[in-house]
């Protein structure tokens, strides 16, 4: 019933909205905490993340990293619509000079922060912090399975 009611509105779209505030994410956070609760069965004062342990349930910043990761991975992989296929450049479709970055995602320039804050940018920059290992698996499900 939580996965039905709650979590669905929860996640839906989270990587449009995924670049909202800190507030606004602590407020969702209580959200998925309070649907724990309700799950374990826990009363209002108690503490919930052993609980959300248990349950094997992301916090929910983990959770929109993971989200916007598993696009990215899509992206790469050409299993999207061409409009978002074509937000991501290897760096070494950028330019051709010899670094150690060379198989990193190119990051947009961005002046103002708001810029920073887009699907492309913070896509490429969660990319590019993924251990190598993870960025080679070609399987979208087996990515999101050794995510965490």
Known sequence: MINA??????????????NTSETNIKKLQLVQNFAGKIVLGLR????????LKTLQWLSLKDKLTLNIAAMVHKCLHHR????LDDKFQ????VHQRTL???????????RISTGQR?????????????????RTIESTKIFKKNFF
């Open 118 to 134: 887009s699907f492309a940018f913070r896509g490429a920059k969660t990319w590019n912090s993924l251990p190598v290992e993870l």
């Open 90 to 93: 290897y760096r070494s479709q």
């Open 44 to 51: 209002k004062f108690d503490h919930i993340s052993e609980g």
């Open 100 to 110: 150690r970055s060379i198989n990193n995602l190119n990051l947009p320039l961005c």
């Open 5 to 18: 009611f709650v979590f669905n509105k929860l996640f839906y779209c989270s990587t449009v909205w995924g």
């Open 80 to 83: 999207v619509p061409d409009y």
